[in-house]
């Protein structure tokens, strides 16, 4: 992750803009974390839409008033709007603690083409490796909320079990529904369950031989 942004200047969207202009600080809050790179636009009409959608998203996340411990999950705002009026404009809908890429930095459009964006808004979600996770996941933000940040979580193996939503304490039991379902979308694979089915299956000429031992302790009495 960190060598995506690496000798870049990330900026926070806070009242001063601070900026992130060393590798330790962009180290520190980048490294180990899912990665959600928002492309939109101020005169894109979908944008707009979604903008409060995403920030509500991100707080529930991040915020301490809703969790007790916040997401490993960073918003950086990639901006594609066609002046800096209408970036600092757009910034405004969006989280406090989210970063963006300087107008004038034109990483902005490289990015764009790194990540094939065809269409806004794009939300494209980022591995701490840099992988892609979900090519744009605007449709399963809109439809699961908060919830989908497990998926990607155990998908990309950020297991942090100090992390929950304030409702769960009184649904602890939705996870485990929604857990093969994750798996199939994201094709996590369970190797040890994969162990298993090939030693049932006898893999290696084990599986007769096992069986047989069953039989025989079955059928033979015990000479005690």
Partial sequence: MVDLFFDRVLVKNNKDQ???????EIVMRLQNRILMLFFASAACESCQQFAPKLTDFFKRLT?????DRAAQLVLLYISLDESEEQQESFLKELPKK???LAYEDPYRRELEAMFNVEELPT???LR????????NAVEEILGLGPDCYRNWQEATELIDRNFMINEDFEQKSMRSLSDPIRRLKYKVEDERKKNKKKRRKGWGGGGDEEAGVEEEKEGGGSPF
């Fill in 18 to 24: 601070d900026e992130l202009d060393t590798e330790h």
């Fill in 63 to 67: 915020d301490e008033f809703y969790v």
């Fill in 98 to 100: 989210c970063l963006f």
């Fill in 123 to 125: 939300v494209v979600v």
């Fill in 128 to 135: 701490p490796d840099c992988s892609i996770l979900i090519p």
